[in-house]
């Protein structure tokens, strides 16, 4: 069978693309045409091409490459992006710097595998052939991310940056961050230092998942600094990546409990940063001074990341504390709630309503039982019916269904390898093949933003489990993600041919499976653990 030519292989794949005759040849004197708001984009195609290349792709009026933003090109949205290459000449135009930072990720595929790597190619050749192609590409989804869970192990932040180099590469444009849990805290907090002092580090973990009687005995922990963070955001701005922060609450607080224990519901008793897996019944206060730290906390989470959402976490919220506490429950009575349970949607409007008032939107996980506030971005992650009902509420919703996004679960039905989350089976199939969107829209016109992998990584400590977990599913998320649902066989095809970028670039990933299966599972049907 005759090799695809290389617009044919392209990850996701662009919406509308002709393949012309001719190649365009890069060599030593190829220089680049960039007007000042096209800088970014031409700043980060040489980032992205000398180092494997040697090619200087200097700057130049003269340039044979173009790169060009006009806002008014028709069609093209925030993110899409319109490439000629010709024998002659390459133009890639944009609307706006952020398609261009896209559409030289497309220029990057077309050329060959060895052109992605980050050191200089083995026997690096003087001239290099982009194929004459015509493309058009515009994003299906606004929001297309990955979740990162740097709190059940810490991921330092060199790590973080090579996973926006892998995001940027398949498209994808949302860093999620959870920065808080109980097992930990990783962002330093100026006006509660003890968050990080103490609530960064734990004794020991569990070993194996929740429910486990055995614990490593080694102590585990790690924070960011501020600058670290800042660093983080700009890094990924300058390859068209947003990170959004998860500052976890009213559960998933033990962390910063264990550093201030006035927080809670309990404040005579001292606890310790959690070294067990799974949910701790141990949840924030409802007190004045809580509502203090929640504004205080987001505040310096707004300086420090200027994304437009902020997730406030909000899932697995255990309601017993609330109940037993009079505090508590003389809180729901003044508020007028039916019960200490409606404690948990009250304590989430009010720093809901705190980050609105600045500009940003609360986004929360959503299930059963219990329903986020009015404004906040639903991320359903139990049932595609949570989604559904959240978009009928007037929700804007990001499609998280455990069953098809998170990569934490075994990703073969064989289940060898390392220790995954007891959970249903997501093979690289049920990621390709998602979830069904719901098609509902809200009476005030809400809507599915996008879609989101996540990593949980209670058995993820190292940067290459990161790797391993993420792909190659992440492709088909981003495939399904930037095009739409493709073809099993369109997606595998391109997916054959795309694995020698991914080793090209170093990717520890998982094998994928040499030839596909026939036995079309749909998503969501794999067998439970
Ligand atoms: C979740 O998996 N607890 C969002």
């Known amino acids: 069978m005759p090799s695809p030519r290389r617009e044919q292989t392209l990850l996701p794949r662009p919406t509308r693309f002709a393949p012309r005759s001719g190649h365009f040849t890069l060599d030593a004197a190829t220089t680049v045409r960039a007007a000042p708001e096209a800088e970014g984009a031409a700043d980060l195609l040489r980032t992205l091409l000398t180092p494997a290349t040697g090619l200087p792709l200097a700057p130049s009026t003269a340039g044979a490459v173009t790169l060009a933003v006009d806002p008014g090109l028709l069609g093209l949205g925030q993110e899409g992006y319109g490439l000629t290459v010709s024998p002659h000449s390459v133009l890639l135009r944009a609307a706006t710097p952020t398609g261009l930072l896209r ?7 077309l050329l060959p595998p060895e052109a992605l790597a980050e050191r200089p190619a083995a026997a690096r050749p003087e001239r290099w052939e982009l194929p004459c ?4 590409d515009v ?8 979740m990162i869970d740097v709190v059940r192990h810490f991921h330092d932040a060199a790590t973080l940056r090579r996973q926006i180099d892998l995001l940027a590469l398949h498209k994808l444009n949302v860093l999620h961050l959870h920065l808080t849990d109980d097992q930990g805290w990783r962002m330093p907090v100026a006006a509660y230092p003890r968050l990080t002092t103490v609530g960064a580090h734990r004794a020991e973990s569990m070993v ?5 009687t055995r614990f490593d005995g080694r102590p585990h922990g790690g924070a960011y600094t501020r600058a670290e963070l800042t660093g983080l955001v700009e890094y990924a701005a300058r390859r068209g990546v947003s990170v959004v922060p998860e500052i976890g609450m009213p559960g998933h607080v033990r962390a910063a409990l264990a550093a201030y224990p006035h927080l809670g519901n309990r404040p005579d008793r001292t606890l310790d940063v959690w070294t067990r897996w799974g949910v701790c019944d141990t949840v924030l206060g409802v007190h004045d001074e809580v509502l203090d730290f929640c504004r205080a906390v987001l505040a310096e989470v707004m300086e420090v990341f200027p994304a437009p959402y902020v997730h406030l976490g909000g899932d697995e919220c255990p309601t017993t504390e609330w109940e037993r506490s009079p505090v508590a429950r003389a809180r729901a009575a003044a ?7 409606a404690l948990h949607g009250w304590l989430l409007g009010k720093a809901g309503a705190y980050l609105a008032d600045h500009g940003r939107r609360p986004v929360g996980w959503a299930e059963n039982g219990s329903r986020l506030p009015p404004g906040f971005t639903v991320m359903s992650w139990r049932e595609p019916a949570h989604a559904a009902e959240a978009l009928r509420r007037g929700h804007d919703v990001v499609l998280t269904h455990h069953r098809t996004t998170y990569l934490d679960y075994a990703q073969d039905h064989d289940r060898c390898g390392p220790t995954a989350q007891p959970g249903p089976v997501v093979d690289l199939r049920a990621v390709h093949g998602g979830d069904p969107e719901p098609h509902t829209r809200g009476a005030d016109g809400a809507r599915v933003l996008g879609t989101q992998a996540q990593i949980w990584t209670e058995f993820a400590p190292t940067a290459a489990d990161l790797d391993r977990l993420a792909y190659p599913r992440l492709c088909a998320l981003a495939d399904r993600a930037w095009t739409g649902p493709t073809t099993w066989p369109d997606f ?8 020698p970028r991914l080793d090209a670039l170093g990717v520890r990933r998982h094998p994928t ?3 596909p299966r026939t036995d079309a599972a749909p998503a969501g049907t794999a067998p439970s653990a």
Do not use: F, K, M, N
């Open 133 to 136: 192609t015509e493309i058009t």
């Open 139 to 146: 994003p299906r989804h606004d929001w297309r991310g990955l």
């Open 513 to 515: 499976p040499s030839a």
């Open 208 to 212: 194996g998942p929740d429910g486990s």
């Open 103 to 109: 559409g030289v990720q497309t220029l990057r595929q």
């Open 335 to 341: 508020e007028g709630l039916p019960a200490p349970a």
């Open 492 to 499: 595998s095809g391109r997916l054959t041919a795309h694995t």
